[in-house]
Nanobody, 120 residues
Framework: QVQLVESGGGLVQAGGSLRLSCAASGRTFSSYAMGWFRQVPGKERQFVASIAQSGNSTNYAVSVKGRFTISRDNTESTVYLRMNDLKPEDTAVYYC?????????????WGQGTQVTVSS
């Protein structure tokens, strides 16, 4: 089992920045690929970014590429999502997830989410 707890969400003006954190506990963090997803009420959950176990490979949704950066600290069992130049359409609940394979969208463990609201 892996427990994931997100933090760092909040209200920010368009053009601003936030950094989300996801702290993991339980089984070995470094054995999991990590991902960030987001969801708006009434819409499907959307992939945002992912990072491989070692941190040497990352993947981004087209909508956030160049603005968001995913990173991880395996010594701290934490994954981060740095979000710059935020837009109102980035408003959503952001979830982190852990899974065995970087190339797969199948994740086994999910956090409870953190709200990000971007005002225009």
């Amino acid at each position: 089992q892996v427990q994931l707890v997100e933090s760092g969400g909040g209200l920010v003006q368009a053009g601003g920045s936030l950094r989300l954190s996801c702290a993991a506990s339980g089984r070995t963090f470094s054995s999991y690929a990590m991902g960030w997803f987001r969801q708006v009420p009434g819409k499907e959950r959307q992939f945002v970014a992912s990072i491989a176990q070692s941190g040497n490979s990352t993947n981004y949704a087209v909508s956030v590429k160049g603005r968001f950066t995913i990173s991880r600290d395996n010594t701290e069992s934490t994954v981060y999502l740095r979000m710059n130049d935020l837009k109102p359409e980035d408003t959503a609940v952001y979830y982190c997830a852990a899974g065995p394979y970087f190339w797969s969208m199948n994740y086994d463990y999910w956090g409870q989410g953190t709200q990000v609201t971007v005002s225009s």
